[in-house]
């Protein structure tokens, strides 16, 4: 009888295990962004820096960021301009590739950018209703880092990889939808610099995954808690 539920009983001790080494790394990850209250206090956000879209073609960037989830996202030159626009509640995107005009945010886009975090996904996930799993270990740049699984509310799951070392986050995985179908879209983080205590990437690099194509950002400058009027997050027509 024992050897036969031995097994059984393994299993059962394996469940809260992977359960509480989840929170564990949620934990440490707080601690190493500077902790709950030092992140709650910054309420916006400005970064400076360029955007590598394709080979050759380095853009001025900027991305300013407002609590719960406002945002923008500008690149442009004399003859190139990128734009994403997010108020909370309606989204614009000027994409250079279809000929630059602004157009609202389609369905799968616009859900999306409501379901983005300003303070990141790994903080607080069960505050939202989101459950966190633990996927072991993998190398990821180099790197040991431990593997979350977050399942939204919806169902909606992303994968993320914090540093085994430092605990910051060094990449996520999330499913998109694209012209071409779902595809599943990579970023990773590097370059962490402290701004006022707070651990940013200087460094992300994005792109569909299994794909060779990566889009960089190099961020030169962060400021915490500027003054952003809401004008910022509206579309040009709609001021």
Do not use: C
């Not at 540093?163 to 999330?174: C, K, N, T, V």
């Amino acid at each position: 009888m024992r050897q036969r539920l031995m097994p059984f009983l393994l299993a059962l001790a394996a469940l809260p295990l992977a359960a509480q080494d989840a929170n564990a790394i949620l934990s440490r990850h707080m601690q190493a962004m500077g902790g709950l209250e030092k992140l709650r206090a910054v309420h916006s956000i400005r970064i400076k820096g360029t955007m590598e879209a394709a080979p050759g073609i380095v853009l001025p960037l900027l991305i300013e960021e407002v609590r719960p989830n406002k945002s923008r996202l500008e690149a442009r030159d004399a003859d190139i301009i990128f734009l994403r626009l997010f108020n909370g509640t309606k989204g614009w995107l000027s994409d250079p590739s279809t000929g630059g005009a602004l157009r609202p945010f389609t369905a799968s886009e616009l859900k999306e950018a409501t379901q983005e975090t300003f303070d990141g996904d790994l903080v607080e996930p069960a505050a939202r209703g989101a459950r966190v799993e633990s996927i072991g270990r993998q190398m990821i740049q180099g790197r040991e880092a431990y593997g979350l699984k977050i399942v939204e509310k919806d169902g909606a799951a992303s994968l993320h990889w914090v540093d085994a070392q430092s605990f910051l986050e060094i990449q996520r995985e999330r499913d998109t939808d694209s012209p071409r179908g779902r595809r599943t879209e990579m970023t990773r983080f590097s370059d962490f610099r402290l701004v006022e205590g707070v651990p940013m990437a200087f460094r992300v690099e994005s792109g569909q995954k299994f794909t060779s194509k990566v889009q960089i950002i190099q961020v030169s400058q962060v400021q915490l808690n500027p003054v952003i009027p809401d004008s910022d997050f509206e579309a040009p027509a709609a001021r």
